[in-house]
């Protein structure tokens, strides 16, 4: 079992940057692929960014690549999301989320969420 609390997220001007954090605890951490994903209402929830367990590869959603960057330190337990030029349409409550193996872009590939942090960008 991994239990993940997420932080870092609050209302910013558009333009601005956020740094999200994941906290992880439980079994070992670089066991894990980990992922963010993001959620708007009650849209669907949709991928933001992966990592695999050693940072070898990451992966973006379109909407984000180029503006947002993930990383991991596995020593901390810890994996984090860097947002960059944020726009009003990142707006949405972001989740941090972990799979035994590797990555994947879909959710119900993943075993393990966290409850989610909000993430509001003004314009």
């Known amino acids: 079992q991994v239990q993940l609390v997420e932080s870092g997220g609050r209302l910013v001007q558009a333009g601005g940057s956020l740094r999200l954090s994941c906290a992880a605890s439980?079994?070992?951490?670089?066991?894990?692929?980990m992922a963010w994903f993001r959620q708007v209402s009650e849209k669907e929830r949709e991928f933001v960014a992966y990592?695999?367990?050693?940072?070898?590869?990451?992966a973006y959603a379109d909407p984000v690549k180029g503006r947002f960057t993930i990383s991991r330190d596995n020593a901390e337990n810890m994996v984090s999301l860097q947002m960059n030029s944020l726009k009003p349409e990142d707006t949405a409550l972001y989740y941090c989320?972990?799979?035994?193996?590797?990555?994947?872009?879909?959710?119900?590939?993943?075993?393990?969420w966290g409850q989610g942090t909000q993430v509001t960008v003004s314009s």
């Open positions: 990592i695999t367990r050693g940072s070898e590869i990451t």
């Open positions: 439980g079994r070992t951490f670089s066991n894990y692929a």
């Open positions: 989320a972990g799979r035994n193996g590797i990555p994947s872009r879909l959710t119900n590939q993943y075993n393990y």
